[in-house]
């Protein structure tokens, strides 16, 4: 037999294969985000716009990215910590603490909505030593320094929506990064010790470089996570309108809406929304690529 026949595969030739994973990406995810953009289309401009821009909206997409943001930011900092532990160091019930970081994968949402909303509440564990109105709140008072502290309201306000975005999203950034942490040679840092570099200088120059790229794809799993979130939150946040509502559940109300009134609130005012978040969605994770691989190059050089 020659040299240069070409040998056969065990799967199926690219044709084949090809036209199955582009018939099943159509089906589970091309077809149905069409249809999104399908049906917003038969607004016009003026109604597009009324839509997805009012006032209303406008407060929703600033409550939900704003959360989201910060809570992908936090869980880059200490999910890091958190994942860097856990690798780095041995200690009794370190398996167990591993496996509840995928508790918020396996938890349905609506139940760790309820058990969050439970907990942060006025007579909930912790939320009665936090709420105003809360237990411990409204039987003493605190004075520290001759100011008053009237506590923090946790359930069904924004810091809520913040508490849940960063629970469902931890376990992004831990898994993340765990890999990445396993690889890292701890000689890297035996030498930077030797020469003379200090453990601040050690991590700014020999570690977080390696990590950056790693924790930038964490961040950005953990935001578009909290961005699509809805059962944790729908509970905890209190849906007020203005202020504690986020666009998930603008979007399912006015599918209820139409649904309910009919011709009179168009099915199309609940697409308008949704194509705003995927476009704004597509833009965010694109530049979030772009940083990432910025990174990869400048940790190269």
């Known amino acids: ?178 890999p990445v942490i396993e690889e890292l040679e701890p000689e890297l840092e035996e030498a930077a010790s030797t020469l003379g570099a200090s453990r601040l200088q050690a991590l700014y120059k020999v570690i977080l470089p390696q990590l950056v790229p790693a924790v930038l794809t964490g961040f950005a799993l953990a935001f578009a996570r909290a961005l699509g979130e809805y059962g944790s939150i729908v509970f905890i946040s209190g849906n007020q309108p203005n202020k504690t509502e986020i666009t998930p559940f603008r979007i399912i109300t006015k599918l209820e809406e139409s649904n309910a009134a009919g011709a009179a609130v168009p099915y199309a005012t609940a697409t308008a929304v949704a194509v705003v978040m995927l476009v704004a969605s597509f833009v965010l994770l694109f530049l979030i690529n772009l940083l990432q691989k910025w990174s990869r190059r400048h940790q190269e050089a």
Do not use: H
């Open 1 to 178: 037999m020659s040299l240069f026949s070409k040998q056969r595969s065990v799967i199926p030739g690219f044709g084949l294969s090809f036209g199955f994973t582009m018939f099943y990406l159509s089906l589970i995810v091309l077809i149905p985000l069409s249809a999104v953009f399908i049906r917003t289309s038969g607004l016009s401009w003026g109604e597009f716009w009324n839509a997805a821009f009012n006032a209303r909206e406008l407060a929703s997409y600033k409550v939900t990215f704003l959360s989201s943001f910060a809570a992908a930011g936090v869980n880059g900092i200490f999910g890091t910590i958190l994942a860097w532990v856990l690798v780095r160091y041995p200690f009794p019930g370190r398996r167990v603490i591993d496996a509840l970081v995928d508790l918020p994968f396996a938890l349905p949402t609506a139940v760790a909505g309820i058990s969050l909303t439970a907990i942060y509440s006025k007579n909930g564990w912790i939320g009665k030593w936090l709420d105003p109105e809360g237990v411990f709140f409204s039987v003493n008072q605190i004075n520290l320094f001759g100011l008053k502290f009237e506590g923090i309201k946790v359930a069904y306000s924004a810091l809520g929506i913040f508490v849940a975005m960063t629970f469902i999203g931890l376990p992004f950034v831990v898994r993340t990064l765990q």
